[in-house]
Nanobody
Framework: QVQLVESGGGLVQAGDSLRLSCVGS????????MAWFRQAPGKEREFVAV????????FYADSVKGRFTISRDNAKNTVYLQMNSLKPEDTAVYYCAADDTIVGGTTTEAYDFWGQGTQVTVSS
């Protein structure tokens, strides 16, 4: 069992940067693959990025590749999402999620635990 709490969202202008954080409880945090998803109003939750249990493997949605970076610090039970060159279409609630496999996946069904979300709003 792991509980996740996101932070770092806010209102920014197009071209700005934000760093989201997700802190997990539990001693087994380092055994989980971790991911970020996002959900815009009226749309389905979509995959953003995933990182393997040890940080050795990452994968990104095409829409964020080259602009966003996922990373983790297992000593701090924390996963990050560095978001650069933000666009208005990045506006959404961002969720972190944990998968008890070591690699993770790109679908919501693959994830067992979810945070409550943090709002990111990018103005043009």
């Amino acid at each position: 069992q792991v509980q996740l709490v996101e932070s770092g969202g806010g209102l920014v202008q197009a071209g700005d940067s934000l760093r989201l954080s997700c802190v997990g409880s539990g001693r087994s945090f380092s055994s989980y693959a971790m991911a970020w998803f996002r959900q815009a109003p009226g749309k389905e939750r979509e995959f953003v990025a995933v990182i393997s249990w040890n940080g050795g493997t990452t994968f990104y949605a095409d829409s964020v590749k080259g602009r966003f970076t996922i990373s983790r610090d297992n000593a701090k039970n924390t996963v990050y999402l560095q978001m650069n060159s933000l666009k208005p279409e990045d506006t959404a609630v961002y969720y972190c999620a944990a998968d008890d496999t070591i690699v993770g996946g790109t679908t919501t069904e693959a994830y067992d635990f979810w945070g409550q979300g943090t709002q990111v709003t990018v103005s043009s």
